[in-house]
Structures are given as structure tokens and as C-alpha cells.
């Protein structure tokens, strides 16, 4: 499968290529987001995940991830359903490609002891309202992509 490209490359800018694992967690109807401040932007919604830390797999990342920017303790399918790539300007004024892998992922536990960035906040928010809400159209796109997998059974 291609992996799909978001995002629009500024001309002559380098965005280096950056690693990054997002879950995708519904519990209830509902799915997971972080609320999270971006420069310019103000508060927008995101899938829980981020970069993939040296000596990391993909999916160790996404949880890791779920429990810092939520404090939800996870556990991730084996494999991502889904890989895009994104042009990210990030808050630290870094432009990145966030070379994603979308995991599904099943909530376990609640641990806010994990939560270590104070800027994020979790919610909890239907599928079909987060597609319109998700800041990153690769989340959306990836959200749209799990839904039709979920329909088709």
C-alpha cells in the first residue's frame, strides 16, 4: 500500500523525516483525543501518539504515548492498520515529516501518574465529530480508514 502524504511542504524548507505512532482507542462509542495548544492555531484535537524513541518499536511508542499525553494505560494491536505521512510544523518551531503508524488500540486502565505533558488534555468525542474536529488530516484520513475497515467487518 502507498502511504499517503499530508500536509503542504513549504518550498525550500527540509522536513526531516520523524518517526511517529498514534492510536486510535474507542470505548463506548467514543474515541480518545488530546486537546493540546498549537501556536497560531489555538486549541485543536489530535489522536494520542507521537514520536518513536530510539530503541522503541512503533507500538511500544503508542503506548507509551497514550499514557503521557492522557494517562490512559493501552494495549496495541501487533501491526498498525494504517501508515501516513504528515508536513508538521511543531510547537518547538521544528518543521517535521511525522511518518505516522496508526495502531488500534484498547484502553485497560487509567494511570494519571503517566500523564507527564501537562499541555495535553484528554477527551472523549464521537467518531464522526472527531473527523470533522481532528487539527491533522492524517488522523482524519486514518480515522475515516478505521471506520470503513470497522463497517466492513
Not at 505512532?21 to 492555531?41: M, N, P, S, T, W
Not at 492498520?81 to 511518518?99: P, Q, S
Request: charged share 25%.
Amino acid at each position: 500500500m502507498n502511504v499517503p502524504q499530508f500536509g503542504a511542504a513549504e518550498v525550500g524548507a527540509v522536513y526531516p523525516d520523524r518517526p511517529a505512532a498514534f492510536a486510535l482507542i474507542e470505548r463506548d462509542g467514543l474515541i480518545a483525543l488530546v486537546q493540546v495548544e498549537r501556536q497560531g492555531r489555538g486549541l485543536v484535537v489530535d489522536l494520542p501518539g507521537g514520536g518513536i524513541d530510539p530503541g522503541e518499536t512503533a507500538g511500544e511508542a503508542a503506548v507509551r504515548e497514550c499514557g503521557e499525553e492522557a494517562g490512559l494505560v493501552v494495549a496495541v494491536a501487533p501491526a498498525p492498520f494504517v501508515r501516513a505521512d504528515h508536513y508538521f510544523l511543531h510547537n518547538d518551531g521544528v518543521v517535521r515529516n511525522t511518518r505516522g503508524a496508526f495502531f488500534v488500540g484498547r484502553m485497560t486502565g487509567e494511570d494519571l501518574s503517566l500523564k507527564i505533558e501537562a499541555d495535553h488534555e484528554r477527551v472523549w468525542m464521537e467518531p464522526q465529530a472527531a473527523l470533522v474536529q481532528l487539527d491533522r488530516d492524517s488522523h482524519a484520513w486514518a480515522l475515516a480508514y478505521w471506520l470503513r475497515l470497522r463497517a466492513r467487518g
